[in-house]
């Protein structure tokens, strides 16, 4: 099975992710970060912002690498922080449109479950790469919602608690 665990920034997917990694399960880490500190060494404060098709063809090479290389993984359930949904999400957020190729890829690469961590302001916090205010997570979670919806994904809202909870809930969807 590939597996979504998605939501906006600060929603604490990236610690689940770290917590089914440490508990052995395959994993496949958000690339936007990297992208981001890359460019931030090149002279672009956050790349999304300034150039932000430029950011999302790079994000979208990045997790059709990760969808491609899982399916050479011998593992029952594959992690992904993030899925390519996402993208397209995040750009009709920003009101951007995209050219063909992104709509083409979210037909292609489908997922079999999505996780969704929604708004939470208790652990909300910003940081270097993550510039969106609370409020804007909170309009970012509805786009998430619609396109994985737009798309027939079958999507679980994940329930306000710990990592250790939130992971065990998983695992109890999944099996």
């Known amino acids: 099975m590939k597996i979504v665990i998605t939501g906006g920034p600060g929603t604490g997917k ?12 395959h994993v496949f880490h958000e690339t936007s970060r990297e992208i981001i500190k890359k460019y931030k060494k090149l002279g672009h404060d956050q790349l999304f912002l ?7 063809e790079i994000l979208l090479k990045n997790r059709i690498q990760q969808f491609k290389k899982s399916d050479d993984i011998k593992s ?14 995040y750009l ?9 190729k992104f709509d083409l ?12 961590a929604e708004p ?3 652990i909300f916090r910003r940081d270097n790469e993550r510039y969106e205010s609370f409020e804007e ?24 608690s710990s990592v250790q909870k939130r992971v065990k809930f998983i695992i109890s969807k999944i099996k």
């Not at 997570?137 to 306000?160: H, M, R, S, W």
């Open 14 to 25: 990236s610690s689940i992710i770290k917590k089914l990694d440490n508990q052995g399960y």
């Open 50 to 56: 300034s150039n932000p098709i430029k950011f999302s």
């Open 76 to 89: 029952d359930f594959k992690f992904f922080d993030r899925g390519i949904p996402d993208i397209i999400a």
């Open 92 to 100: 009709n957020y920003k009101s951007i449109s995209c050219d063909e």
């Open 105 to 116: 890829a979210l037909k292609k690469f489908r997922y079999d479950l999505i996780f969704l």
């Open 120 to 122: 939470w302001e208790d």
């Open 137 to 160: 997570l909170k309009i970012i979670n509805k786009y998430l919602k619609k396109i994985y919806f737009d798309y027939g994904e079958k999507v679980i809202v994940l329930p306000k």
